[in-house]
């Protein structure tokens, strides 16, 4: 049986052992493909190479959150919230249909009037660092405020509270936007590459060794400069590993609960020492995180720790009278922060500032940062990019600020979307909206291939989710597998106390339909994927 994604994939493999690449961007992660975006919007020859998916690692296990960093005032890094609130503004504009302004409360606690002046004066600057122009100004609210609310927040010492507004995304679709963007500015991008060394001449990097990991074989791809945009892989010995920048991984586990648990009509954000933690509104649930430690375990797939679970259940029954426990989370996930390694104290303390680094032997390298400040990375790291290839930046200048992602549109026009489409499908429209939050305005596209294929019915029982959204996820989004799909196309693998295992065969069939897949491969992959599932997101 043919299949027209693999044979695209073929395909691009081509293209890239051709040798007429101007950068490779080694990385599938938010920097790696804004990278890729960056480059290609400068008219350079791009290709980008990942062993596994589309944000498989760092880049689909944040807070899903767009922030300038609040708790980085007190550690008096003005420029770093400064530059993350001018690239939140950015990244509203760039994607409305995939970011978006929410309203987070941050109770206070303590001293009637210590308490405060100290946190609004912080909030003041973060309004003047930039927060207001998208989110407006911050308000102080009274106790009877915070608990119409928040009516579980507990009383004692609760001096009220203050409302501010960040931005709030789906990570991993977020990065998959950039990479489908970078693909059509002809950007060249394939999944399930492997580098497996970087090939030298003359004491200069020109290109990498790749191993494909799906169908087998290793070619070389040949490059005039090379990003190293692996994040923090960079901290895992390897031949590629190595460098001036030693990073320090910081393990951050997030818990999923369902909203109903906690009342509330807003985020929060709640104070513990060192650190705050974020309890963020999901479709049907709350997103509880993160912790922050040390991290020396193996890279790849990490999971939340079982002492993890216990911190976060810890301080949110520390502000909420809620009761909550290991029975109330429906799943977990845990992703690790790339930091540039301090030369003493701890993660929590280490910068989130990122650094680019042109090796002497003309390697590229970027390391650190933070979601928020991707693009700002990616044009940093081309701009040195730009430099190895012995051009002007002024001649490539970036055009990233401006160029939107696929599927964005405006927020009236996304408005209007949905109720044509709910009108035109028939659907429910909690239905339709949802999957013009997922696809923008390519939602309509979605759902002709439903049509088509005869997949408009729902994936789950209870989700809003397609499932044209499978079809659609191999036929245009690189999917390659069950786990593409449910842990980073739709989420779903999070939200499901059956870790998916009820759907995988499902979306098996109807991957199975596109990847040329017969019954026993079918499955092997639904066992492969509820085995790993279940050892990656459930509770410890």
């Known amino acids: 049986m043919t299949s027209a994604p693999l044979e695209e994939r073929r395909r691009e493999l081509a293209a890239l052992a051709d040798g007429s690449l101007d950068v490779l961007v080694v990385g599938g992660g938010i920097v790696g493909c804004g990278s890729a975006l960056d480059a290609a919007t400068r008219g350079l020859r791009v290709g980008l190479v990942e062993r596994d998916d589309i ?101 004692e010492r609760l001096r009220g509270g203050l409302l501010f507004h960040d931005g709030m995304e789906d990570d991993a679709r977020y990065t998959l936007a950039v990479a489908r963007t970078a693909r059509a500015d002809g950007a ?38 090379v990003i190293d945009a692996t994040g923090v892989w960079a901290a895992d010995p390897s031949p590629l590993s190595g460098g001036r920048t030693r990073l320090q991984p910081s393990r951050g586990a997030h818990l999923v609960v369902r909203r109903e648990r906690i009342p509330s009509d807003v985020g929060l954000t709640i104070r513990v020492p060192g650190k705050v933690v974020f309890l963020v509104p999901w479709p049907h649930f709350w997103l509880i995180g993160t912790t922050d430690a040390p991290y020396d375990g193996p890279i790849d797939r990490p999971t939340a720790g079982h002492a993890e679970v216990d911190e976060l259940l810890a301080a949110v029954n520390r502000v909420l009278d809620v009761d909550l426990d290991r029975s109330d989370v429906v799943g977990t996930y845990a992703g690790l922060r790339p930091l540039i390694a301090p030369s003493h104290g701890s993660t929590v303390s280490a910068s989130r500032e990122h650094r680019v680094v042109v090796e002497p032997n003309g390697l590229v390298r970027v390391s650190g940062g933070k979601y928020t400040t991707y693009r700002q990375m990616a044009e940093e790291t081309v701009d040195a990019a730009v430099g190895v290839l012995g051009e002007r930046v002024l001649d490539r200048p970036s055009r990233t600020a401006t160029r939107r992602l696929i599927g964005a549109a405006d927020r009236a026009e996304l408005d209007e979307l949905v109720t044509s489409l709910t009108t035109s499908s028939g659907l429910d429209r909690a239905v339709i909206d949802r999957l013009v939050a997922r696809h923008g305005t390519e939602a309509a596209d979605v759902l002709a291939l439903g049509h088509e294929r005869g997949l408009l019915g729902h994936l789950a029982d209870g989700e809003e989710h397609l499932e044209a959204e499978v079809a659609w996820a ?67």
């Open 188 to 225: 060249r991008i394939v999944t399930r590459t492997r580098a497996t060394g970087f090939l030298e001449e003359g004491g200069r990097v020109r290109g990498a060794r790749v191993h494909d990991e799906l169908d087998g074989g290793d070619l070389e791809v040949r490059a005039r400069v």
């Open 55 to 155: 944000a498989v690692g760092t880049s689909s296990r944040s807070s899903r959150l767009i922030h300038g960093g609040l708790r980085y005032l007190e550690q008096y890094r003005f420029g770093l919230v400064r530059e993350a609130l001018r690239e939140r503004s950015r990244v509203l504009h760039l994607a409305p249909h995939l970011v978006s302004i929410q309203p987070l409360l941050f109770p206070l606690f303590g001293w009637p009037l210590v308490t405060r002046v100290f946190y609004q004066s912080g909030m003041t600057l973060y309004d003047l660092l930039g927060a207001r122009h998208d989110g407006g100004w911050h308000r102080h609210l009274s106790v009877d405020e915070v608990l119409a609310h928040a009516p579980r927040m507990r009383r």
């Open 474 to 540: 191999a036929r245009h989004e690189l999917a390659l597998s069950i786990d593409d799909v449910l842990s980073r196309r739709t989420r779903l693998v999070q939200e499901m106390p059956d870790r998916g295992a009820s759907i995988a065969p499902a979306v098996a069939a109807i991957l199975g339909a596109e990847l040329g897949w017969d019954a026993a491969r079918q499955a092997t992959e639904v066992r492969s994927f509820i085995d790993g599932a279940r050892a990656e997101f459930s509770v410890a």
